[in-house]
């Protein structure tokens, strides 16, 4: 199916002036995507790599809230600061 266009149409998608225009009009465009994409996913990197200022335990991010005990962890901490199973299997 084509389209009919009249001269008008033709005439200004033919003047250099609004070609120049899209095409200024498209750089823009896709300069503004790539700067919101990287704001963006610099944001997430920020988010997710973040800790508390000024607190010791690095795995607690929140000093407020204290750590969920899920009680089913296969490994705790102890005092000394070094993980250790939490159920001894004999070695054969």
Same mark, same amino acid.
């Given at each position: /199916?084509?389209?009919? $266009?009249?001269?008008?149409?033709?005439?200004?998608? %033919?003047? #250099?002036? &609004? @070609?120049? !225009?899209?095409?200024?009009? %498209? $750089?823009?465009?896709?300069? !503004?995507?790539?700067?919101?994409?990287? /704001? &963006?996913?610099?944001?997430?990197?920020?988010?997710?790599?973040?800790?508390?200022?000024?607190?010791?335990? #690095?795995?607690? @991010?929140?000093?407020?809230? *204290?750590? *969920?005990? &899920?009680?089913?962890?296969?490994?705790?901490?102890?005092?000394?600061?070094?993980?250790?199973?939490?159920?001894?299997? *004999? !070695?054969?």
């Amino acid at each position: /199916m084509q389209q009919h $266009k009249s001269n008008g149409t033709l005439r200004i998608l %033919a003047d #250099p002036g &609004f @070609r120049e !225009l899209t095409s200024a009009r %498209a $750089k823009l465009r896709w300069s !503004l995507s790539v700067v919101t994409l990287i /704001m &963006f996913f610099g944001f997430i990197v920020v988010i997710s790599t973040a800790r508390c200022v000024g607190h010791d335990d #690095p795995g607690q @991010r929140h000093p407020g809230r *204290p750590r *969920p005990d &899920f009680g089913g962890d296969r490994a705790s901490r102890h005092a000394d600061g070094n993980l250790r199973a939490a159920v001894q299997l *004999p !070695l054969r």
